[in-house]
């Protein structure tokens, strides 16, 4: 025999779970437009970073979808502990993830200048701190996901590398620009890239530190070392 | 005579103030930081630039005290309607606050470099951009205080005059660095400058957006053509 209690609770369940769902479908999406918009890139390819530039709406009515939910889970079933933490951490997450999508755009933008403009030689490879920014997007999510703390933490860990790479990407350039005029543009072009990678990771370990919160109901932002280049 | 539900009432609209009232006090310190940044970039003080790079854990406390409080909030009091929208609010707008502080801290680090490199001449002027800026940060601070939905929106119309200028002080850097190739280090520098400002309007028209949605319980994200160059 189920009660009628029994009943709201399972409902609440299976709220939460269209909650995470949402989310995951929106990290999925954010994703793949920044997988795009660095193939843009290495592809010199207009049209591909035209499409990553088309695809703010999609992002942007996922996250007004679960600003929504959350309000409504929050008013209407009046949630405890565990689960009122991860309600509070979705509507962080939620941001974080739109912030990215959008930096995706921006990158997808620069890419798409790039591709009109002469090949800048050497061409600066961006791939080390692509792979590793997506890396840390997809691990912050699956932390997320499972509930996962530990794997939260090591995402944490990896901000340094990424500063690191970008901080090498940076000195690159701007030797680059000192020797050659002509370099200035696209120089700037690949800087700001690199700065939109590294703001993606910086966005990932705020959701790693979301889901520390929600876990562990403590908050370990503001403890790790962020230093931001 | 009052009943004990008159009680809790009146406790829970003291504790909603304390919540304003401690946004308020982070906005405050934010908008100093900027303010000092920037005398620390026109200047050219190390001394000042270094007061706030010491100042970001200050920040980072009240941001955990108000997470803190809109979860006791929501846990213990069950808000509904105005007040729950108010406090989801809150969890948006703290964040965009932490993100302006970190924001004000990477301007102080770079005028501080800048303050050790010689002057570039001409010394571009950012103080209209940080004018904008501050004038942007100040009303949305103050349309939340007073839940003043139209104030919100000419907060939001105002980033295109932002865009511009930072588009303008881009063209001038860059056209400085192809001049004369000496200039490179000193013009990045302030090309990031210009940008940790944009983004500080961004930031800015988050909270104009979370405060309309708060008062109007609408949202109004992503009807506005927010360009990022």
Redesign the interface.
């Known amino acids: 025999m189920t009660t009628s209690h029994d009943h709201i609770l399972k409902h609440f369940d299976v709220e939460l779970r269209e909650l995470k769902d949402k989310l995951l479908l929106m990290a999925g999406v954010v994703e793949s437009h920044l997988a795009s918009a660095m193939q843009a890139l290495g592809d010199r390819s207009v049209a591909i970073a035209e499409e990553v530039e088309k695809s703010d709406?999609e992002v942007?009515?996922i996250?007004?979808e679960v600003?929504?939910q959350?309000?409504r889970l929050?008013?209407l079933r009046?949630p405890?502990?565990y689960d009122?933490?991860f309600i509070?951490a979705s509507?962080?997450i939620v941001?974080d993830l739109e912030r990215m999508g959008?930096l995706a755009v921006?990158i997808a933008e620069r890419a798409e200048a790039l591709a009109r403009s002469p090949q800048l030689l050497p061409q600066l490879d961006l791939g080390p701190i692509a792979a590793a920014t997506q890396a840390m997007l997809k691990d912050s999510l699956d932390a997320f996901v499972r509930g996962d703390a530990d794997k939260a933490e090591s995402v944490l860990l990896r901000d340094n590398v990424i500063d690191d790479l970008f901080l090498e990407a940076f000195r690159t350039l701007?030797e680059s620009?000192?020797?050659d005029?002509s370099t200035?543009?696209r120089a700037?072009g690949l800087?700001?890239i690199a700065?939109h990678l590294e703001r993606i990771a910086d966005h990932s370990t705020n959701v790693a530190e979301a889901v520390i919160y929600h876990v562990r109901g403590k908050?370990v932002?503001?403890k790790f070392s962020l230093q931001?280049p």
Do not use: G, W, Y
């Open positions: 709406p942007n009515v996250e007004m600003d929504e959350c309000i929050l008013a009046q405890a502990a009122l933490r509070a509507l962080k941001t959008d921006n701007i620009m000192k020797r005029s200035v543009d700037v800087m700001f700065k908050d932002r503001h931001r």
